[in-house]
């Protein structure tokens, strides 16, 4: 006999995290008189639109039981590729814009290849790759900033009216990758598999599923994603920031922690992520309108990563 509607919602991975957003909106609605207003939602949103989108890429790996820590690293290269090939080499912007997309794709294969032809645990795979395209960043960009971008480059930071409220075209683009991945993730067979790969990859390899081959698609398709991020990332700022990204690893982790995701893979919602992106982004702004220092928001970001963890911990715990 099915269990009722509402046990079902409690039961889902992205149950607590939206109770913990809602309730996060109305402790600070209630504190503050700008936060439920149009134009603060739609600041939240492009202030977590890029670690957003970097936090999707993520989501897929650790789904895989493993770990991105390059992420970020690569959303820089793959923005400072895009911009100087199009401002410095001159190229056409949508031959430069895919020459980034590639680019990041290309980490992302290099990895998967790594974890999976070496037996590399992902964690080393990725700290070492973050510490290549990180000085690979550096020398490329000499340490310069790229301006004077094409509007190809920056159109994702436009605005549209939406009511009284302005939207960014990125924001939107933000949103429909979370819903192109949730439908993916929940209702094709490859997302079946990916969740199988991430429960028992021997398992996974006995009912048939080529598991080195999807774990190389999967890290590629991050890849990729991170690129998509380096876009948003340069059209938001419109510039091409060598600097950039430097934190936006962990972010993303402590999004898709946040998200219910867990950290053994195997189990968690892709909008549950975009829910724990959300939160991060949230208490951001609302302990920043209630004139709390930024350190205080660090800490208080860690102490429900941790609190994250520790829930994820004891409910594997109980369903042993």
Not at 23 to 43: K, Y
Not at 243 to 255: E, F, K, M, R
Request: charged fraction near 10%; include cysteine.
């Amino acid at each position: 006999m099915q269990a009722p509607l509402p046990r079902r919602l409690i039961s889902t991975p992205v149950a607590g995290p939206l109770a913990a957003l809602v309730l996060a909106c109305l402790f600070f609605g209630l504190n503050t008189g700008q936060f439920f207003t149009g134009p603060n939602f739609s600041l939240i949103i492009q202030q977590v639109m890029v670690v957003g989108t970097l936090a999707i890429g993520q989501t897929l790996i650790i789904l895989t039981a493993g770990i991105d820590l390059a992420c970020g690293a690569i959303m820089a290269f793959g923005g400072i590729v895009m911009t100087k090939l199009a401002v410095d080499s001159g190229l056409p912007p949508l031959l430069a814009l895919s020459a980034g997309l590639a680019v990041c794709a290309g980490f992302g294969l290099v990895n998967g290849l790594l974890v999976t032809r070496i037996s590399l645990p992902p964690f080393i795979v990725t700290l070492g790759m973050l510490n290549v395209v990180f000085a690979l960043t550096h020398i490329y960009s000499d340490e310069q900033t790229v301006t004077e971008l094409p509007a190809l480059l920056t159109f994702l930071g436009q605005t549209f009216q939406l009511g009284q409220t302005n939207v960014t075209y990125g924001s939107l683009l933000t949103i429909l990758l979370f819903l192109l991945f949730a439908y993916l993730l929940g209702s094709t067979a490859w997302g079946r598999h990916v969740y199988a790969l991430g429960n028992s990859p021997e398992v996974a390899r006995l009912t048939g599923i080529r598991t080195n081959r999807l774990t190389v698609g999967v890290y590629t398709l991050a890849g990729l994603v991170y690129g998509i991020a380096a876009l948003l990332l340069v059209s938001r700022t419109g510039v091409g920031d060598p600097q950039a990204g430097q934190t936006d690893n962990l972010d993303s982790i402590t999004a898709v922690v946040l998200g219910g995701t867990s950290l053994f893979g195997g189990r968690g919602l892709v909008l549950g992520t975009l829910v724990g992106a959300l939160i991060v982004g949230v208490f951001r702004n609302g302990l920043q309108l209630m004139g709390v220092p930024s350190i205080y928001q660090t800490l208080i970001t860690g102490v429900l990563v941790i609190l994250a963890v520790a829930v994820d911990q004891l409910s594997r715990r109980r369903t042993r």
